[in-house]
């Protein structure tokens, strides 16, 4: 906790305070807080009617469970470029398979679940037994996938059931069934980092392989379980958004990855591995949402819809991102 | 300085990095010349070194960041704002065609001076700074064309991408050549290319040798963003317009191209004999994917597969990575 | 309908190509029904159909005048069913205030076509005294599935949509469901969407119009390219799916490669320069867009070669490029003000006007007999010509230049 602000010594105490909030991810949701808190002021009814409450959940659901992926593989210290294609791959096959059969529905969403795995474990195969970079491995993927995807089809295709269609629009007062799909998954998560071995030893060895090394830990069981996780959530992602959508589209998941990174940074991770906050994490895709329903919500004018993403990506990660170690 | 203690072993790992996108290129030039015969024609070979000359240019400059350890992926942004610099200040005439490129020069200076602000000034991950400022420059492009960015490029400048040398060769390959040759010079022959791989090699150490790593992270951002707007330029003078379908996209050739040739992420390794080879081979094997007519699944098969093969290659022959990133590691 | 018959044909497609995981399904699958498409609850089914004959004639007439713009013989429109919507099942009263406040989800400025999709809408609804809640999507279907939903939050009167894709279905229908009658806008969605009217401009008859020229022009026989735009993207996979049923009815005409443009001229330019090589004798080039026919049209020039006959939609740009020279062409348009024709349909609709269910819009097409007169040397190289969008509307959004 300490090495980041030690050396910097007299302006130590207020610093330390300030980067230890950074690092457990509460930093972000103070940019949070004073966004919601803008949007009551400016539109108090509109904001806080539980349609549109649910519309912020909603939309966090499938960026939710993708960043959550990325999170856990950013703490061994990876990179997942290939969530996005993968939840493309997913949600399209899901539509397809399925075709409107209900019998279908569950296995199909079990299959889904066991290709993300799969995808996942080709992943982390070729980072941590082949031991190459996880920017080039998942960026081959991302282009992989998605050329899979448009062989699949290239046009928007197969149906998914009423059952899953009703299971996306159903809530809960107002939070939507997806929505509790992405608190379970992340209670998972937690008690998976928290509560395990192996999630000892995903921040030991994202912190530093080596010395991971020397201390017994066997990193490639490790790695292996950090991309099969993100595979994992990118599949349960991938039917959440073809439930949502009701069809499949060979695009659907395009882009994802670079929002999932982004939330897991502004959310206090290091891009390094090793250190990072889930509550961080979730505050990210919080904001990304906040960010969206804003910008709609303050009828701001479209053209410059972009420019204040950026700004606020740009402030996000210029005040709270956490310095690296030098 | 660190890479030569390795001794033979770095040969060794040099030599390995250079044969596998060797080979890559061969034998995409053996499957070409199978299945698409007319790819040695001097018409295809055109297009090809202009596809080198154009993807290079910004490979040039990604390899300059990827040294230092970093990662750009605003160059795309960089080229799309260019483009639209110039269609504006000029308004399509010649006129105020050195007005437009100086701004464009100076707009990519601001980009590559955010990006290494960022970077080196708040720590920020590379990759999403520059992914940060990616979205701003698109977002300032969009906002202040009013969302529909068009106009016409000067002609004058058009010999830049449509112009040949001696007849033949297209012109963005001579550029690049030239480019190349000076990044190499500089790179391999003066103190700021040692300083460059010092501090991509380990920061730690170069600046204990009195090197300031700051200083270079700034500079290899500043020159990969106006690498990234002469590429523009050639870009936005091939056509003659402003392309908006490319204003928004997010172009990972550069990338590709740097990583395939073998220069590596981690920074303070790979050339630009490296970032050459990856070059041709992305440019060869772009070109015949379209002479193939493949489709545009099959054309994303191939290439992710390409980039994977490609990096797995590196270093199979030779397991040596493992003892150097020890090395790196004890350093 | 035909919705179901083109997408049947990529589903069986799929199907095989996708044998391995759906060979663990089929056991299970085979065993049940398939949910019908009985959710769809907004449009009319057939035998209620009013007032068939006057839809079906207006049609009719979207085809007609494209077939004598082209001047083509035989040019059949492909059968499609249009309705009358009942009026009073969605005549309503504001919701709040005096007048009525239309949701639209649109594309978002991301091409100088979302601009003007976005602000003729805008302009009309100032014109007409009504409010307008906005989302973009930026081009994207998930962004637009959340914008759907933010604005059916909002609970506005009626909602006008650009679809991005078909992913948006869900969420129109639970917009219909929450008694908000959706009018889709310049696309289309399946019919399970439950939308209650569709306007736009026909993909099949753009797609096969231009086929129809090519052939009509080779004489039947010949050698073709198909550039289309994004691979992937239903705007481009229908026109090109209707340009190769079209040239499927011609034994002599032949496909040879299938390129995609992302409706960018660079990457248009790139790619014709690869089909001269590739193809010296190429007869002509079918493409769904005036960007990809302006690269297509500099690479032949600058390689020395004439043009083949090419089409596309019908950007100032490219009318300027091609004038003065023996280019021949055929140019119709996607027109982005018909945007504001889809506010009036959803007016209708509160007011309990009579409606169809599919509104096809007309407008122009020609050739390049008679296209130099619609280019426009004060107007911006994006703009779709001849525009029907208000001059001061143009000239506020600086496409045009007042005169």
Partial sequence: MTSVAAPRGSRAPRLAAFSGL???????????????????????TGFWNSGNIAAVLAGAAVLGLVALGQHVVVLGGGIDLSVGSMVTLTSLLTAVLVDGY????????????????????????????????????TLGMLYLVSGVALTVSATPAGRVTAALTDFSRATLGPVPAPFLVLVAAVAAVWLLLARTPWGRHLYAVGGDQHAARAAGVRVRPVLLGAYVTSGVLAGLAGVLLAARSAIGSPTAGSGLELSAITAVVIGGTSLLGGRGSLLGTVGGVALLALITNAITLLQLPSTWTDLVRGLIIIAAVAVFVVRRPR | MTTATTGSASVLTRLSTVLAPLAGLVLVLVLAAVTTPQMYTPDVVRIVLFQVGIIGIAALGQTLVLLTGGIDLSISGAMAMTSV???????????????GVLLSLAAGLAVGLLNGGLVVLRGVPPFVATFASLVLVQGVVIAWTGGAPSGRIPAGLSWLGQGRVLGQVPVPVVVFALLALAALVVLERTTAGRRVYATGFNPDAARLSGV???LVVVGCYVASSLLGVVAGMVNASYIGYVDAALVRSLNLDSIAAAVIGGVALTGGRGRVGNTLLGTVMLAVLLTWLIQLGAGAGARLVVSGAVIVLAVFMQGRPVRIPRITAREKDTT | MTHPTRRRGPRRRVLTTTVGLAALLVAAGCSTEQEGSSSSSGSSAAEDCINADEAQAEYTASWTSVKEAFGLTDFEPVDETVCQVDGEQWKA????????????????????WGVLSDEALKYHAKELGVDVLYAAANGDATTQVDNIQQLTSQDPDAMVVVPMGDGISGQVKAA?????????????????????????????????AYAEWIAEKLGGKGKVAILSGLAGVPTAEYQKAAAEKTFAKYPDIKIVTTQYTQWSPTVAKTVAQNLIASYPDLDAIWSDSGYGALGVVQAYQEAGKAVPPITGDSINEFIQATEGTDVQYALSTFPPEMSSTCLDTALDLLKGEPVLDKVYVDS?????????????????????????????????LKMCKAS
Avoid at chain 1, 109 to 119: E, K, Q, R, S
Avoid at chain 1, 120 to 136: C, T, Y
Avoid at chain 3, 181 to 199: I, N, Q
């Fill in chain 1, 22 to 44: 950074v690092r457990r991810g509460g930093a972000v949701w103070v940019i949070v807080l004073a966004l919601v808190l803008a949007l009551t002021f400016a539109r108090g």
């Fill in chain 1, 102 to 137: 209900p019998i279908r529905t569950v296995p199909v969403i079990v299959a889904m679940v066991v290709l993300g795995a799969a995808m996942g474990l080709l992943n982390g195969s070729l980072v941590s037994v082949a031991r190459l970079p996880p920017f080039i491995v």
């Fill in chain 2, 85 to 99: 610099v110039l269609a504006v200040t000029t308004g399509g005439s010649d006129g105020r065609l050195v007005a």
């Fill in chain 2, 212 to 214: 300031r790593p700051g």
């Fill in chain 3, 93 to 112: 009263e504001p919701k709040q205030g005096d007048s009525y406040r239309i949701a639209f989800a649109a594309q978002g400025p991301t091409n100088s």
């Fill in chain 3, 176 to 208: 219909v469901d929450q008694d908000i009658p959706v009018v889709l806008c310049s696309g289309l969605l399946p019919d399970s969407s439950g939308a209650v009217s569709t306007v736009t401009r026909q993909y099949d008859l753009l797609g096969s």
């Fill in chain 3, 364 to 396: 122009p097409s020609f050739t390049d007999a008679d296209g130099a007169q619609y280019a426009r040397d004060d107007c911006d190289g994006g703009l779709l010509v001849p525009s029907s969008a208000p001059e001061d509307l143009l000239v506020d």
